[in-house]
């Protein structure tokens, strides 16, 4: 049976019609293991609305996990109403890929972990897009 969503725009939070887009070249998890409700499960006291954390799982299929606005229906289970929650994203290259898993190097490592909110995580994250910038010899 399908659960029927009634919102009052008036109640729907500031930037949540956002989250419901996928980042460029990912779409929504269907499937989520154990392992990936660990990861998310980890990160979800960690960021703040919109932090992107990207990771590998063990197989080698590479992730984004989103902190977004969540809603859940008294049907659904707590927590009800608007939340706090963790979406995994999948890349669409990585379903493209084989699933074996590839040795990362040092910098392709260095990348995949979290950023945080602080002048220092902002400072990583310009370094990374720098990097990255760099690698097309722009």
Do not use: C
């Not at 990912?26 to 499937?31: D, E, S, T």
């Not at 197989?59 to 927590?79: S, W």
């Not at 939340?83 to 990348?111: C, F, M, W």
């Amino acid at each position: 049976m399908a659960i029927e969503r009634k919102f009052d725009n008036a109640n729907i939070p500031a930037g949540a019609a956002n989250d419901a887009v996928p980042p460029s070249g990912y779409k929504r998890l269907n499937k989520v293991t154990p392992e990936i409700a660990g990861i998310a499960k980890s990160l979800l006291n960690k960021g703040t609305f919109g932090d992107v954390t990207p990771f590998t799982s063990n197989d080698g299929t590479n992730y984004i996990a989103r902190v977004e606005h969540h809603f859940h229906t008294m049907e659904e289970g707590p927590p009800y109403g608007w939340h706090k929650g963790i979406t995994v994203y999948v890349s669409d290259s990585t379903l493209k890929e084989s699933k074996s898993p590839t040795k990362q190097t040092a910098t392709e490592e260095a990348s995949s972990k979290p950023i945080s909110s602080t002048p220092a995580g902002r400072m990583q994250l310009l370094q990374r897009i720098i990097n990255f910038l760099d690698s097309f010899n722009v």
